[in-house]
């Protein structure tokens, strides 16, 4: 009797062992890697259904081709990529309807951790578009800057040039290339970009 108390207690032992190793193994299963994306506007308010695509680099996030991830924003301002690669992306966040987007801090400078939570606030910007037309009487080309950084080498007569553009003030500058006599004309004009709205600058 006492022998058969001895081979059940053995039996209940090993089983149980059996479920605690079984548990223990199904624990160890990895944490997904979660990548997720904050959008506020310039008040710190959350921004709904803006538009986040992920690229690998910065020549498709600036061509905006090539997206490799795309999702929107919830309710709350924040979208969440789950199980992505480990790797460094560049990532466009927009809204088109009303006009905001990321000019800056436009990729993760680490590579995204796998099987963990990373976190990324983005204050977006509003923005409106920028043309900018060589109506020159002499049809003239010009070089033209834009805040002090070259925009094109040379926009010839009739020929115009548009650029979405953060709300606020901002330069054109126009440098003539031809038909001058002494020295080209330098023609620097202060323009005012307004949230939603189209904003045109001619040249000369």
């Known amino acids: 009797?006492?022998?058969?108390?001895?081979?059940?207690?053995?039996?209940?032992?090993?089983?149980?062992?059996?479920?605690?190793?079984?548990?223990?193994?199904?624990?160890?299963?990895?944490?997904?890697?979660?990548?997720?994306?904050?959008?506020?506007?310039?008040?710190?308010?959350?921004?709904?259904?803006?538009?986040?695509?992920?690229?690998?680099?910065?020549?498709?996030?600036?061509?905006?081709?090539?997206?490799?991830?795309?999702a929107k924003t919830n309710d709350s301002g924040r979208v969440t990529f789950v199980n992505i690669p480990s790797q460094v992306?560049?990532?466009?966040?927009?809204?088109?309807?009303?006009?905001?987007?990321?000019?800056?801090?436009?990729?993760?400078?680490n590579p995204v951790p796998q099987n963990q939570v990373t976190k990324v606030s983005l204050t977006l910007s509003g923005y409106g578009s920028l043309t900018i037309t060589n109506t020159s009487s002499a049809k003239n080309p010009y070089q033209v800057k834009l805040n002090g950084k070259v925009l094109t080498s040379s926009l010839a007569y009739g020929q115009s040039i548009i650029?979405?553009?953060?709300?606020?003030g901002c330069t054109v500058e126009a440098v003539q290339l031809k038909g001058f006599i002494n020295a080209p004309a330098d023609i620097v004009y202060g323009v005012n970009i307004n949230q939603c709205q189209p904003t045109v600058q001619n040249i000369p």
């Open 1 to 70: 009797m006492k022998l058969l108390k001895t081979i059940l207690r053995l039996c209940v032992t090993l089983i149980s062992l059996s479920v605690i190793s079984s548990c223990a193994k199904h624990n160890t299963t990895p944490a997904p890697t979660y990548f997720s994306i904050y959008c506020v506007d310039d008040l710190n308010n959350p921004l709904p259904g803006v538009t986040v695509n992920l690229f690998n680099d910065s020549t498709d996030w600036a061509g905006v081709s090539n997206i490799i991830y795309t």
């Open 89 to 109: 992306y560049y990532f466009q966040c927009i809204d088109t309807a009303n006009c905001y987007q990321n000019f800056t801090g436009y990729f993760n400078a």
């Open 163 to 168: 650029k979405r553009m953060p709300i606020g």
